[in-house]
């Protein structure tokens, strides 16, 4: 550095004494390439020194002028590599070492593992190029990958992030691989699933024996499997393929023969499909994507995403059909696009043979089981689903299912929140200790937190099948192994019959058990992932389908005066009998009928759920209403979307959960303006002394008007409109009564009714015109898959009150 001329020559300032820092950078730092970028950063600045992973994150020492130090401190967390999400970066100063250079060290396992696991990344664009390019040595192999994308969580077995650790320690990098592996100027430097031809896992296909399906199936002797695997789809075969959290079952979507069979195979009644289409433009002609789904469908995640479909598909030439099978009833299509090169592949490359352009993808499982991810298993347990398998042996450590997610209010809100998400900590907004939360029994996500974060599995699945709580235990073991969070407290619903409170009684092994009521778990997941600290009490709306209330009934129209440390029922709806439990949920016809008898209406013949309800079974359900037999009493608003779809004509038989208030949502959405004066719940105080909610809202003439539309022919959809927008007036009254009575100013908007997106909108547009602050999920769904986060925080603030086992 020059400073002037002195006595008519240059004078060269002395350099300034060299310093050394160590730096720890926390976060998502580990397979992400960061130890590369850090190795490129410090060269360029002409630093020495090194860099390792450890199970605190990355942590570099480096040594060097001080002005670049500093500049290095500034750029390692703001040029971070795209898929790194940086927490924290901390330096000490510490002893000069004199190093000759800048090196990646191996990677240490000692102390507590802090440092976070990336989630798995769909293909990133540079090697995509490779993938099409003949010219490229990794042209066509489908397991190409590099720093910025590919699998991680599902290959990762331990911390530290190194190959060593994953499911790619089988496979000896080529020299090949090695050079690049090794090589700081290459983007595969330290990426530790990459592979190629030479080195890397293998595909196969293999073959059922169509005459005898309890035969082995036979490898295919074709030279590419992926080939041959498109014309069997191309034939209408249903091909079981695995993938980066599991295997798919995979058939043309345009196909009707195919996704028939597909649907009468699995046992999947009308519930609709996911499908995958080889780009964008290919469902343009049936789904409307705005810029915020756009993003989502071509982003590195690439999760399922629910787009309305067009009201009048207009298909241009050339453009693929959509078989009636994939979706019927539905107001939306599941769509994702391809996020693994073998999906590229399989959907065809420019200048492949013709193929199928859109595929449904749907989970490689029994109907309630999880998805399925070891191969021996995929060939048994899919043997009466598949007519071929196209696999590989790569090993895929833990399953994950799609992530689904859809755009309400130009924000992502979750249906299932899963591959791609899975498992980036959601930030607590008050420190929790050390804590393991079961979920629920339905959509089971479970959760450990310590600190200030949460971490929640990948989606698991319902609890009633026993490979699901395998599933479950596998899952827990492997989140506190990969987060290092050692729970000193359990949660668990507080419903004495569910599956994930059970296990949790059986594993405190000497700890606390905290047991957290279903609707303010859903509260208070609302309160914590908006960042809301204590004693900030919220109008929590808490609307689903079952929950265990605290008077022994089932709760699920509710709206609670809640913080994370208690709760006041302000508001029910008004209490119906719940006739037979799961029978009444897939028969909403039955639920109608019990509603109607509440209401004081009768059983006329020419109301559509008391001709859906078979004769013979009229008097039996009558005589159960009458003598309160096997009727529990439930305040469920999904009950009652369930009871309204039946009773407007629109769905009295649901073969999948809330098929009736999905159809039901669909038939609103048709329907036209409405000049007509609406629906209105009554409000009343409750009787003291009987233990319920200070106020209840009685749907007794929401259901009096409907039938009084009904009989003036009013349309089915128009119907639908009607009670969608009641409901979302009466939560506004009733918040509009709480903050009168306890000057509370913000409301949470939760459970699984929440996911009806026309509901939710016109609920928060309502409030927010109100003045009301309105918190909507954004990190974890509203219904039961981010029920763990909940329990988790309020679990984890309670001292149990006596023998091991509290209650909030």
């Not at 240490?108 to 990336?118: E, I, Y």
């Not at 399989?346 to 352009?357: M, Q, S």
């Not at 359990?490 to 949790?504: E, K, T, V």
């Not at 609920?763 to 029920?787: K, Q, S």
């Amino acid at each position: 550095m020059t400073t002037g001329q002195v006595d008519g020559a240059l004078a060269t300032a002395p350099a300034a004494a060299a310093a050394r820092r160590r730096i720890t950078v926390r976060g998502v730092v580990q397979g992400v390439g960061f130890r590369p970028f850090v190795h490129t950063l410090a060269t360029e600045l002409g630093l020495t020194g090194h860099v390792t992973n450890t199970g605190d994150g990355v942590v570099a020492e480096v040594e060097g002028d001080p002005a670049a130090l500093a500049r290095f401190g500034e750029r390692i967390g703001a040029e971070a590599p795209p898929l790194a999400v940086v927490e924290s970066v901390d330096g000490a100063d510490i002893a000069l070492a004199r190093d000759a250079g800048f090196r990646i060290l191996p990677s240490r396992a000692d102390g507590p593992s802090r440092t976070l696991v990336s989630p798995d990344a769909a293909t990133c664009a540079a090697c995509l190029a490779e993938l099409t390019d003949p010219a490229d040595r990794r042209h066509r192999h489908p397991f190409l990958t590099c720093t910025h994308c590919g699998p991680r969580f599902t290959i990762v077995t331990a911390v530290p992030y190194d190959r060593a650790l994953t499911t790619m320690a089988r496979f000896p990098m080529c020299a090949r691989c090695a050079r690049e592996y090794a090589d700081p100027a290459d983007r595969r430097f330290h990426a530790q699933p990459i592979a190629c031809h030479d080195c890397g896992p293998r595909l196969r296909l293999l073959t059922a024996d169509p005459d005898d399906r309890t035969r082995p199936p036979r490898p295919a002797t074709g030279p590419d499997p992926v080939a041959d695997a498109r014309r069997l789809l191309a034939d209408g075969a249903i091909v079981a393929v695995k993938g980066l959290g599991g295997y798919h079952l995979v058939c043309d979507a345009a196909d009707d023969t195919a996704v028939t069979t597909l649907r009468r195979r699995k046992s999947r009644g009308d519930k609709p499909f996911a499908l995958m289409a080889r780009q964008l433009a290919d469902v343009e002609h049936l789904v409307r994507p705005g810029d915020e789904e756009r993003a989502l469908l071509t982003g590195p995640v690439r999760p399922i995403v629910l787009l309305r479909r067009a009201p009048h598909p207009a298909p241009p030439p050339g453009a693929p059909a959509l078989s009636d099978a994939v979706a019927p009833g539905s107001p939306d299509l599941g769509v994702m696009l391809p996020y693994t090169p073998l999906h590229h592949l399989l959907l065809g490359l420019p200048g492949d043979p013709p193929g199928p352009r859109l595929l449904v993808m749907t989970s490689g499982n029994l109907a309630g089981e999880p998805i399925v991810t070891d191969d021996d298993e995929a060939v048994a347990r899919l043997a009466r689903l598949a007519d071929a398998w196209l696999t590989h042996d790569r090993p895929i450590h833990l399953p994950c299912d799609d992530s689904v997610v859809r755009i309400s209010d130009g924000e992502p809100l979750f249906v299932r929140r899963s591959r791609g998400y899975a498992p980036l900590p959601v930030p607590l907004p008050v420190a929790v200790r050390p804590a393991l939360a079961a979920g629920g029994d339905l959509k089971n996500v479970l959760c450990v937190a310590e600190g200030r974060r949460a971490w929640l599995s990948a989606h698991i699945g319902d609890m009633d099948d026993l490979a699901t709580q395998l599933a479950f235990e596998k899952a827990e073991a492997h989140l506190e192994t990969v987060t290092g969070v050692r729970p000193q407290l359990l949660a668990a619903d507080r419903h004495p019959g569910y599956r994930s409170g059970r296990w949790a009684e059986g594993h405190t092994a000497g700890r606390a058990l905290v047991r957290v009521q279903h609707h303010h778990a859903h509260i208070a997941a609302a309160m914590a992932e908006h960042g809301l600290g204590d004693r900030r009490p919220v109008i929590g709306v808490a609307f689903d389908g079952t929950g265990y209330g605290d008077d022994h009934a089932v709760w699920g129209g509710e709206i609670l005066l809640a913080d994370y440390d208690g709760y006041r029922r302000f508001g029910q709806l008004a209490y119906v009998p719940l006739p037979g439990g799961d029978t009444t949920v897939r028969r909403p016809y039955r639920m109608a009928l019990s509603h109607l008898r509440a209401a004081g209406l009768d059983w006329a013949a020419d109301l559509p759920p008391v001709a859906a309800c078979p004769p013979e079974e009229r008097p039996l359900l009558a005589r159960q209403l009458e003598r309160h037999l096997n009727c529990v009493p439930t305040s469920s608003m999904g009950r009652l979307f369930d009871a309204v779809s039946s009773l407007a004509g629109i769905c009295h038989h649901a073969g999948y959960e809330a098929q009736a208030a999905v159809a039901l949502e669909a038939a609103a959405l048709g329907a036209g303006e409405d000049h007509g004066p609406g629906y209105t719940f009554a409000l009343h105080d409750a009787p003291t002394g009987q233990g319920g909610a200070d106020t209840v809202a009685d749907p007794a003439p929401v259901f009096t008007a409907i039938v009084e539309d009904l009989r003036a022919g009013t349309a089915p959809a128009l119907i639908a409109a009607r009670f969608h927008t009641a409901v979302a007036h009466l939560v506004r009254r009733c918040c509009v009564l709480a903050r009168q009575r306890a000057g509370l100013t913000t409301v949470a908007l939760t459970g699984g009714v929440f996911a009806n997106t026309l509901l939710a909108e016109a609920t928060a547009r309502l409030l927010r015109e109100d003045g009301f602050t309105v918190l909507r999920h954004r990190r974890v769904p509203p219904n039961d898959g981010g029920l763990a986060l909940g329990q988790v925080v309020v679990a984890a603030r309670t001292v149990p009150v006596f023998g091991g086992v509290g209650v909030p």
